[in-house]
C-alpha cells in the first residue's frame, strides 16, 4: 500500500520546452559538453515545474526521448533507422509514425538509456524527491517494428525485445532506482482482440527479475499521440486476467473517459494499488482544485485512501506546458483539498 495516501503522481512524458524542441532539429550543431547542457536544462525546468506543482512523485519530463518511446529504437541493433512514415500529411494520427525494418538479431549492447536518465534525474531533483523512471515494455515497443522472416509476427519480435527491456530494468534497480513504471499501452489498446492472459504473462516475464526490489508500476491507456486514441476504450476486455499482473500499482485513464468503469477500482484494489487518471491531458479545460477533489472522493466510494495515487491521464508531452504546469498545481491542490478534510494534510 502507498506510504502516503491519496499522493500525486505523474505518467513520466512532460512539454518539452519550446527552445528544446527547436535544438533538437539541429543536434548536429552541437557538441558533446553542449548536449550534456541542454538535456541537464531541460530535465532542471521539467522537475521545478513538477516540485513548483508539490507533487508528491517526480519524473524527467523525459526530455531526452521523442515522444515516450520513440527514442527508444535508437539504441536497438539488428533494425534500420530509417523510419519515413507512409503519410506525413493531413490530419494527425499515429500512421504518421513510422516502423522500423528488421535486419538482423534484435539487442541493445548499450542498454536503452534509462539509467544515465536516472542518473541526471537524481543529481537534478532536490534532495529527499520521490523520483520514477518510466521505460516502455517489449510489447509497445514491439508495435514499431516490422516482422520478417526470422521474427515472423509480432509476438516474436516481443520475445526478443523481452530479455532486452528486463535487462534494462535490473540496471536501474541496481543503479538505486526505486519506483518504475513499465508504460504497455499497447496491451490496453489491444486487449479486446488478443488473448489478455497472453499479455499478462509478457509483462510478468519482463518484470520478474525486479518484482520485490523496486515499486512497480504499469500504465494502460489507449493511445495519446496528438490527443488521439486508437482502441476502444473500455478496460472490460482486460479483466479478470490484468489482476494477475506481478505489479504494485496499475494506473488508469479515467478523465477522459468521463470516468466510465470506474467501479473497476474496487475490483483492482483488492490486488494492488490504483492510480486514477482524473486530469484530461487531452483537453485544454483547465480542471479546477475543486473538479480534482471531486473526482478524489468519487474515487474514495470505491478504493480505500491508501490504495489511490492521483495522475494526469497520460504523459503530458503532448499539452503545452502552460496548460501542463496550471493542470499539475490543480491535481495537488485538489488532493490537498480532500487530504484536509480528511484529516491528513
Known amino acids: 500500500m502507498n506510504e502516503r495516501p491519496l499522493r500525486t503522481t505523474v505518467i513520466g512524458s512532460y512539454p518539452f520546452p519550446g527552445w528544446l524542441e527547436l535544438a533538437s532539429t539541429r543536434l548536429d550543431e552541437f557538441g558533446t559538453d553542449d548536449l550534456a547542457e541542454l538535456l541537464d536544462d531541460a530535465v532542471t525546468v521539467a522537475v521545478n515545474d513538477q516540485v513548483a506543482a508539490g507533487l508528491d512523485v517526480i519524473t524527467d519530463g523525459e526530455q531526452t526521448r521523442l515522444d515516450f518511446n520513440l527514442s527508444f529504437y535508437g539504441f536497438l541493433t539488428g533494425i534500420s533507422i530509417d523510419s519515413r512514415p507512409k503519410r506525413r500529411f493531413g490530419p494527425p494520427a499515429h500512421d504518421q509514425r513510422g516502423k522500423h525494418e528488421v535486419t538482423g538479431t534484435l539487442g541493445a549492447p548499450r542498454g536503452l538509456g534509462a539509467v544515465d536518465d536516472f542518473r541526471r534525474l537524481e543529481r537534478i531533483a532536490p534532495a529527499g524527491a520521490v523520483l520514477k523512471v518510466c521505460v516502455p515494455g517489449p510489447y509497445t515497443l514491439s508495435g514499431r517494428l516490422i516482422p520478417n522472416q526470422q521474427y515472423k509476427d509480432r509476438y516474436a519480435l516481443t520475445e526478443a525485445l523481452i530479455p532486452i527491456v528486463r535487462q534494462e530494468l535490473e540496471a536501474l534497480v541496481d543503479a538505486g532506482c526505486a519506483e518504475i513504471c513499465v508504460d504497455e499501452p499497447s496491451m490496453s489498446c489491444y486487449a479486446y482482440r488478443e488473448d489478455p492472459a ?46 494477475d499482473l506481478n505489479i504494485d500499482e ?18 483492482i484494489a483488492g490486488k494492488m494499488d490504483v492510480a486514477v487518471g482524473i486530469v484530461d491531458v487531452k483537453s485544454y479545460y483547465i480542471e479546477t482544485p475543486e473538479d480534482i477533489a471531486a473526482r478524489v472522493r468519487r474515487c474514495l466510494e470505491f478504493a480505500p485512501a491508501d490504495r489511490l495515487s492521483f495522475a494526469p491521464d497520460c504523459g503530458l508531452s503532448q499539452t503545452a506546458r502552460w496548460a501542463s504546469r496550471k493542470k499539475l498545481k490543480a491535481l495537488v491542490d485538489g488532493v490537498e483539498q480532500v487530504r484536509a478534510g480528511l484529516g491528513m494534510a
Open 198 to 243: 497472453r499479455l499478462v504473462d509478457i509483462l510478468n516475464r519482463t518484470v520478474s527479475a525486479i518484482r520485490g526490489r523496486c515499486r512497480l508500476s504499469t500504465h494502460l491507456c489507449f493511445g495519446n499521440y496528438k490527443a488521439r486514441a486508437v482502441a476502444p476504450r473500455k478496460y472490460a476486455p482486460m479483466f479478470p486476467a490484468f489482476l
Open 250 to 267: 496499475m494506473h488508469l485513464e479515467m478523465a477522459s473517459r468521463e470516468f466510465a468503469e470506474i467501479e473497476l477500482i474496487r475490483t
